[in-house]
């Protein structure tokens, strides 16, 4: 099992930042992509990013790319995403997930933490 726990979000007005961060607990071995993911309301829920165990490779939603930056910090089993420019679209729940792609495959997700983009 693996745990998730996200923090750090909040409402901002439209051109600011926010970090948001994910906590990680249990057997992290198993897990090789983490990421972000968004739902706002009435829609389904998105990619925002992801990165790669071990190797950090990461990889962005087009409606993000060059204003979020995902990272990460092994040592605290820590999840970050860096959020700039911050739009009105950007609002929604957003996720922390873990995931193993390789068979026996798991998803793991935590319970959410609310952006709110408004003036």
């Known amino acids: 099992q693996v745990q998730l726990v996200e923090s750090g979000g909040g409402l901002v007005q439209p051109g600011g930042s926010l970090r948001l961060s994910c906590a990680a607990s249990g057997n992290i071995f198993v897990i090789n992509v983490m990421g972000w993911y968004r739902q706002a309301p009435g829609k389904q829920r998105e990619l925002v990013a992801t990165?790669?165990?071990?190797?950090?490779?990461?990889n962005y939603a087009d409606s993000v790319q060059g204003r979020f930056t995902i990272s990460r910090d092994i040592a605290n089993n820590s999840l970050y995403l860096h959020m700039n420019n911050l739009k009105p679209e950007d609002t929604a729940v957003y996720y922390c997930n873990a995931e193993r792609t390789n068979p026996p495959r798991y998803n793991y997700w935590g319970q959410g933490t609310q952006v709110t983009v408004s003036s």
């Open positions: 990165i790669s165990r071990p190797r950090g490779i990461t």
